[in-house]
């Protein structure tokens, strides 16, 4: 060991254990704060964010739309299609039904803008206009 060393171990070793801890914990939380400011403020090259896989793609056409609002149990449906919109128009006996069909629309792209629900008896009617968003 070198002389400088061998005198600063001497110094670390008289320091009574106490006064040692707070040194290491106020040297850990400077090297903390000194990591937490490079990665903050120093500018890291990102690889570009890979495109968001869909789960179905409910934009093929309103005949898929039609097929799964079916299956779903709505009624009477009707889709108009838009260029990026699409215009729902059925009866369901659940709204529970209606969530499903905008969940699933929702993992195509397609979000509920406008949606307006009435009771006609035991049935609900839905029109619900949906819109892809990039």
Do not use: C, K
């Not at 838009?82 to 659940?94: E, I, N, S, T």
């Amino acid at each position: 060991m070198t002389p400088t060393a061998e005198r600063l171990l001497g110094a670390w070793q008289a320091r009574p254990p106490g006064q040692r801890l707070r040194l290491m914990a106020g040297g850990g939380v400077i090297l903390l704060m000194s990591a937490y400011l490079v990665a903050r403020h120093a500018p890291l090259p990102l690889p570009p964010a890979a495109p968001e896989a869909r789960v179905t793609d409910p934009a093929a056409s309103a005949e898929a739309w039609n097929a799964r609002a079916h299956a779903l149990g709505m009624q009477e449906v009707r889709v108009e299609e838009a260029l990026d919109q699409r215009r729902v128009l059925a009866r369901v006996r659940d709204i529970s039904v209606f969530l499903a069909f905008s969940e699933w629309a929702a993992q195509g792209g397609w979000w509920a803008r406008d949606w307006e629900l009435s009771r006609q008896g035991e049935e609900i009617r839905v029109e619900a206009t949906f819109e892809r968003l990039p």
